[in-house]
């Protein structure tokens, strides 16, 4: 994993094609593990995760945001808590309206409208769950949980500009697919 000194253009490998999703399983461990894999280690810029993931601190925080939804009282005037089992699935609270200055790192950015409050065509998913990842949401559970500074900055550097077509401004708000013909899948 490389972890720069500033943010770096993203590149969208998957414009143009027809693409969904894509999910990375990386071990901790290969995260965290020091190496020569840019200008410093991983555990140099996040030493606070380290030290959480070296106790083997259960992870509260990413339970509630993918498995469980977030219960009322950790997030000021937010829940989407559907109880204690644990299913991937996208939650709704349709008690809060949409926003009037919405953020892409939706609750992570403070818009309560936005992921993982339901999922905007425009959150950044990746981003927030990275962040996530990083540390930037055990302070919900644990207050005393500092995050290092290095989580509030990772991204997957992508934006909104990089959809090579822009959203359209009609459902379904993303373009039709590519034919699978003419565009090499």
């Not at 949401?137 to 989580?151: G, H, Q």
């Not at 550097?157 to 959203?167: C, D, E, H, I």
Request: proline share 9%.
């Amino acid at each position: 994993m490389h972890v720069f000194a500033k943010p770096a253009d993203g590149v969208n490998a998957t414009a143009q094609l027809n693409v969904h999703s894509i999910a990375l399983q990386i071990p901790t461990s290969e995260l965290l593990r020091p190496g020569k894999h840019g200008e410093s280690d991983a555990a140099a810029e996040f030493p606070h995760l380290e030290a959480l993931v070296k106790a083997g601190t259960a992870r509260a925080d990413l339970e509630a945001i993918l498995l469980t939804g977030i219960p009322s009282g950790i997030v000021k005037g937010f829940q989407n808590s559907t109880g204690p089992v644990q299913a991937d699935m996208l939650r709704l609270n349709t008690a809060i309206k949409p926003s009037k200055k919405p953020n892409a790192l939706g609750v992570v950015g403070g818009d309560l409208a936005g992921f993982p409050n339901g999922r905007r065509v425009f959150d950044d998913v990746v981003t927030i769950e990275l962040r996530a990842i990083a540390g930037v949401t055990v302070p919900l559970v644990d207050p005393t949980y500092k995050p290092d500074a290095a989580a509030g900055l990772v991204t997957d550097g992508l934006t909104a500009k990089s959809v090579p077509g822009g959203y359209l401004s009609h459902f379904p708000y993303l373009g039709v697919p590519h034919s699978g013909f003419s565009t090499p899948s």
